[in-house]
């Protein structure tokens, strides 16, 4: 069952300058795995994260670097969780993320699927 959906734009030469006017902001943003890859892949992976903020109904209290992206065997993008983001989707029952990235022309764009494997039985309430 899906629980939520979200997507989101960035423009790529617009976060550039933001993160040359704000020291810092990768750090905050980012986990150290992500830090070093190309200004496009960076734009990506903030797009993700909105869109998982999204999926999530723009919790108060989430922490950036509580959701990164990393690559599986065959290079597709797998989102993960911790802490104030991973707390969140136990609430929701979210078990399972859907992510896909791209970047052209200027943009990157994300969009993330939360879903639940299980359906609660009739009569009984989804996790708390």
């Known amino acids: 069952m899906i629980i939520g959906t979200g997507i989101d734009v960035v423009d790529i030469a617009r976060f550039e300058e933001q993160i040359a006017r704000t020291p810092g902001l990768v750090a905050r943003l980012f986990v150290p795995s992500e830090r070093e890859l190309p200004v496009r892949s960076l734009a990506a992976r903030f797009a993700a994260k909105e869109a998982a903020a999204k999926a999530l109904k723009a919790p108060p209290g989430m922490i950036w670097q509580h959701c990164w992206i990393e690559k599986d065997a065959s290079g597709a993008p797998l989102l993960c969780t ?47």
């Open 82 to 128: 911790e802490g104030t983001v991973a707390a969140e989707a136990r609430r929701q029952g979210i078990d399972r993320w859907h992510l896909t990235m791209t970047h052209d022309g200027g943009i990157a764009m994300a969009m993330v699927v939360a879903e639940r494997l299980d359906e609660p039985a009739a009569g009984q309430e989804g996790p708390a």
